[in-house]
């Protein structure tokens, strides 16, 4: 029972992140500057998800991080698809911790 | 388009992305069976709360003994950043109703967030968004259930290796802007700098926060776009 409301009130917390834009946000901006900002966030918040947090996948064993990662660079740097990038880098890992 | 047309031109979309959720449903639902929820709440929580890092954290915090309230404290500080994401996404579908928005916004996750903003401004359509985000969630939901069944006898080397799968993806998505737009590239290296500073005096949650935010911010000066469009 005590896990179910954990699960309820962890949900209630998200959606209010989730639902915060949707109540504030009025007019569409048209100033040029924010919304070349709002363009650039992509790029630097999927930057900051992955770098240094790639590093700690498994805490004990950095390599695995460092070296998963550069595969998908490596792999999406010669145009392989999402697909390809993501299978790469899970198969690179097996392989370390296999060895 | 019509509506239906831009959908199904989301849910093309996600497609491949599929292969960047599942592996951490699978890693999600091992861990929390793993770590004493049953089966039903694991499922549960990728119902409700739909945001795996930290239905992930969650369960690590769950077995180190935490309480109620630092486990709900960390889940919204750590899915905070789906302000900054629903803002981005929501600026570009203000016209629809604002009960459409309140449903849709449920499925602001960084992957949606993701794809959705790195597509041609004309193509994301509310439609279009609705089309991703139903793939995006049925497989978030989908993947815990596959999960719970595979715990039992997943090798453990392959339930380690799927952690990988979020970043890959992530990686997937910026390094073919970064190619075509050299600027592009210093804007994600100052921000992994930025990042690893503000990691010395912050959670990482915030930190991650405030990097996305100066990183953009400082962008605007220095990042020179083709065009008018965002790249795709």
Known sequence: MKIFVLILAMALVT?????????FLGQKTNRPRVEKFLRLIPYSAMTAL???GVLYVDKDFMAIGLVGALMAVALSWINMSITFVVIGAILINML???I | MTNKEQYLLGVKTALPVI????PVAVAFAVLSEHS????VETILMSILVFAGASQIMAVGMLVAGAGFLPIVLATFILNFRHVIMGTCIMNRILTIPMWKKAILCFGVTDESFAIFTTTAEKNSTPYYFAGLISVTY?????????GCAASQFLPTLVSRSLG???FAMFIGLVIPNVKKNTQLGFLVILTALLNVNFNYFMPSSWAIICATLVGAFLGVFFVKEDQEEAPE
Do not use: C, N
């Open chain 2, 19 to 22: 292969l960047g959720i599942l």
């Open chain 1, 96 to 98: 370390m911790y296999a």
């Open chain 2, 138 to 146: 049925s497989t978030w939901v989908i993947g815990t259930i596959a």
């Open chain 2, 36 to 39: 004493g929820l049953t089966t």
């Open chain 1, 50 to 52: 992955v770098f240094p």
């Open chain 2, 164 to 166: 990988i799968a979020l």
């Open chain 1, 15 to 23: 959606y209010l992140g989730r639902v915060l834009p949707v109540l």
